[in-house]
Nanobody, 130 residues
Framework: VQLQASGGGLVQAGGSLRLSCTAS????????IGWFRQAPGSEREGVSC????????YYADSVKGRFTISRDNYRSTVYLQMNSLKPEDTADYYC????????????????????????WGQGTLVTVSS
């Protein structure tokens, strides 16, 4: 039973990458998913999240208009399409799954304690060169 993030790599500024978060051993269909990133020497930052049915999404201001989160519950996979990448997007990107739902804005999901997420994937490194 695990969550796996993949799709990272080296890309030039202005380029695109698509990250995938895939569950094995369980179905993601009933989980809300968050994407996080952490650059060296920096705290973890919530990037985006999506509800279990895909009907609600949220983006941090730093990625709004450039990143798109989506999911394919049949394939038990959540995607993070990243366009117009900037050097400041360089970080390890992580996905996490929780059955908790926010009482207000879906952005709250990115602020809950780490232990409130049931599963965490390992990081996938995104490096954006200038």
């Amino acid at each position: 039973v695990q969550l796996q993030a993949s799709g990272g790599g080296l890309v030039q500024a202005g380029g695109s990458l698509r990250l995938s978060c895939t569950a094995s051993g369980f179905s993601l269909a009933t989980y809300n998913i968050g994407w996080f990133r952490q650059a060296p020497g920096s705290e973890r930052e919530g990037v985006s999240c999506i509800s279990a049915n895909g009907g609600s999404t949220y983006y941090a201001d730093s990625v709004k208009g450039r990143f798109t989160i989506s999911r394919d519950n049949y394939r038990s996979t959540v995607y993070l399409q990243m366009n117009s990448l900037k050097p400041e997007d360089t970080a390890d990107y992580y996905c996490a799954a929780t059955k908790l739902s926010p009482s207000g804005s879906w952005g709250q999901l990115l602020s809950i304690p780490r232990y409130e997420y049931d599963f965490w994937g390992q990081g996938t490194l995104v490096t954006v060169s200038s």
